[in-house]
């Protein structure tokens, strides 16, 4: 790892989950009265003023959508908070990055009934997965080591599903999704070329598969209704560690599909 | 079954499926030659004049857009077609109501390896499936039976997934897809009304759920990570016979789903 | 809930669960100090002289199969065993009634591993696992308002499994399963008489299922290999709570299943 | 291939497959007098006498239990066998080898609600697989070229599951499941040392793996009921083919599973 003009660079071998690791450690070791004290030194989420926090917190604040609550979600959101507060004896702590104002709300909603031990440690969670993302928002990673595969299975006839095509789109706020390539699968229903994304393209964010299944199974002869059940299935999935290898495949039948982070 | 100003309804009782049922029985029932006679009745789906078509076949054909063919894509349409015709003493016959080019395409390439029984068989249930969708088009269903329901398990705690938020869209061709209506799942895990479409509502067509798994797994406290893995759930299907119950479920974790044609 | 010389006897309205829910919260709100003296009052795990020990706890350590372990075993768990002791400041907690020595072992070296403050969360939902247990035990419960239903969806077809037999057998640890019941799936793929268990047969334990597919798929003509992938399809599952309602359905085609606890 | 003393040898190139789709191809391109003939050829399934029947055609019904049917049964299949033969004007042909009396009643009934140009086929289909086995009874394989796997993920963490332990049974029809081996899952829940059976010794049968799941799910820390829902998984499957590779995996959380055929 690099410091230069006060940014942090990682080198081909480093990895930013094993700093991310360490910097952990290091609290999860600390006394109780200092994880106290960490979580009381937090800013209180909110829906109004946002001048006295820092930079980060601002913009992560901003991105929640907080400051757009309705009138009936804002009381909603107040009463909450204090309660939360006066239980727990230190303010409601979430990773608002990637939070959408119903997020913030059911968290801290399900969170409040937590048993006081439980929500420490919640809380606590959620201050490493603020750091997670500070850390990946303030490091330059040089050559991520991550990738992106798929596999595609017929669970109606127990084959690869070869010549299957399907679609990667990057998904942006807001924006209509960014198309990133086609593909189509080989005979063991896995894309031809390796990953679809790796290195510099391996950014972190929301993405999306879509899998003509309905021309596939034509193909197959498998379909005799009219309009298919299925036709186009989309699987939309993050990416949340530069350094990882997910594996999101798609086991499918005419009737019935499923997905799951492999490895 | 009522025949007004030769418009086809449908009483309170009737469903069209019985109905489309008992004209697949006469053509199963009659004998190879009628058959074979039958499925050479049928216009060759073609990538340019359709003026000798029958106003219905036109349609079908433009919408399956093998109007808007590249010059490879015809030229590979054009030679399967033949080969085809020699090979099985038919044309090539595919409900294209919903199919789009590369639907063709893909069913072209897949059933010209056949043998000539199986295509047989193959040919005259796209017979069956074209009666069925312009049964669907030509009749007016007073009172569709047909209903939608759902229901969300939650596989990594073993329990309903209640008080999850959800979408219904209805997907259109070329157009942005239309908000029907927003859920909040009960104790059960089920929609806490009844049936998200019935009656009049319950149009045949293409749907979609999102489901807001990323929110509820964030008040049931499971996620660790930064970005979540699964956040908004989109679910695509096709609901094809208005008299049909379908029932479409989602089963999930914060790490994978599955979902099927249920009843 | 009675108590006649001695013995619990809960009435037709009370749950057992409600019993253990509101024990659990005594504890829960108990200030850190005497949950930690609560923890230290367990006895240790051990793999030699039981005597000391209440009865409760002689049996279910018995159980456990501790005194069995080979002289590795031994040594592994009676290391890990102290290195747990200093580490975390309370004897390792394990509701063994269950477990073989296998899981006592998995889980000795897998709670070694956590943080402080997440082991004593787990030690003391191992306290509140054993209440529970014993507490099962203890109490005679006169009508169990608990259930097993089925149901077997076809997701090669869409459709209901109907027609498909299936068994219900009990396990019983070192002696063969106890058949209890034979079925056969109704048109919506479900048990044609209701419940598999309930009342007084819904008794806490072991289960399986077997789902006769091969047969299933043999009538529906979807098998062309010679030994089919799926015939005979067990499904072993525990239940643990005499109030409670247990869906454990299948999804299955003739290549791939699922199973899940439904609702 | 070899014919040794009228013994057949596939050398180490060969696959039995490619043998068997050459003897298919011939039969499906035969013309229609050609195939029908075949089938009248064939004997009937009988419940009575045997001695008219080639050796493979006796050993395969003795093994059906189609001798021990009940009088009800006897009936059952008398009268429906003879609506058959007059259905479709040739004899109900299954590959009987793995059947029970069960599944020949089942095929029986459901295939006799065919229509004839499908159950036509449905005959033929019946022909290759009885040929399959018969090529696999009388080819002594030298080196078989399948291979059987497992992989193990854990979809509540979203993660594989590694240190799982499992055990691989051979099942034998009336006798006592045979012991194979006991692995224990790697770092990416895979088997540490390749495939569990290849070469020699992967022989056409059945098989079952044991997954010792509440184990795994004990040292995560994942339980927190009594006796866990899902404890010792098994997963039965049929090996049909010497010269395939068979992956089994298995996708877990404590409340659900799914299996599949993969590749």
């Not at 017929?154 to 010549?163: E, K, M």
């Amino acid at each position: 790892m690099n410091i230069v003009d006060g940014n942090l660079t990682l080198d081909s071998v480093s990895k930013v989950g094993d700093l991310w690791r360490e910097m952990k450690t290091v609290v999860d070791n600390a006394p109780y009265e200092r994880k106290l004290k960490l979580l009381r030194a937090h800013p209180d989420l909110c829906c109004e003023k946002l001048e006295s926090l820092s930079s980060s917190s601002q913009v992560e604040q901003t991105r929640s959508g907080l400051q757009s609550l309705t009138d009936g979600e804002k009381e909603r959101f107040v009463t909450m908070n204090g309660q939360y507060k006066s239980k727990f004896g230190f303010p409601f702590i979430l990773a608002v990055r990637h939070a959408t104002k119903y997020t913030v709300l059911a968290a801290l909603e399900g969170r409040l009934k937590n048993e006081v031990d439980v929500e420490f440690l919640a809380a606590l969670s959620q201050v490493h997965k603020i750091a997670w993302m500070r850390l990946l928002h303030a490091i330059h990673i040089e050559n991520p080591k991550g990738f992106l595969t798929c596999h595609v299975l017929d669970t109606a006839n127990g084959v690869p599903a070869s010549n299957m095509r399907l679609h990667l789109h990057r998904l942006h706020p807001q924006e209509q999704p960014e198309f990133l390539a086609e593909f189509q699968t080989n005979d063991d229903g896995r894309l031809p070329n390796g990953p679809a994304l790796k290195g510099q393209d391996f950014i972190v964010g929301t993405y999306r598969w879509t899998f003509f299944v309905g021309d596939y199974f034509a193909q197959k002869g498998n379909y005799t209704s009219g309009l298919p059940f299925l036709d186009q299935v989309p699987i939309q999935f993050g990416l949340d560690d530069p350094d990882q290898h997910y594996h999101v495949p798609l086991l499918v039948s005419p009737w019935s599909y499923s997905t799951y982070r492999g490895s």
